[in-house]
């Protein structure tokens, strides 16, 4: 279909309307990565909840080597590891400053049943035969 001078295709229109929707305002935090000279950016969702929150940073800060124990706010709440929201209410998410160094607690990964198997074997591999 030919265009008149100086008419508005329809996706020329699309492009020249001013997008209306809500800026959509991303929240991060840092924390201390596993690797003692960075601290990492995680991005929290309105929605997260402190399990969520606890799996990104166990693959983003400690690359899936470490178990979460605690997350600790930059205020001193101690957010919980559950299906709980990070964010109580909506003053928390308003004073919520981008970038705010939060606190994490790790310790070691629990043992699958194959890798203690596997120690037990490497244990009793390595002791040293009586001589008789």
Known sequence: MPHKAGS????DNKKNKKDTSPERKVRQITVQSINKEHRVWIVVEPTETGLSLAE????????????????T???GRQVPLDNRPVFGSWSDMESFQDGEGWQVTWGDLDKSVVDRIFSKVVQVGG???DPK
């Open 127 to 129: 002791r040293k035969k």
């Open 8 to 11: 508005i295709s329809p996706k």
């Open 73 to 75: 706010s930059a205020s």
């Open 56 to 71: 990104k940073i166990h693959q983003i800060a400690t690359f899936r080597t470490r178990k979460i124990l605690t997350i």
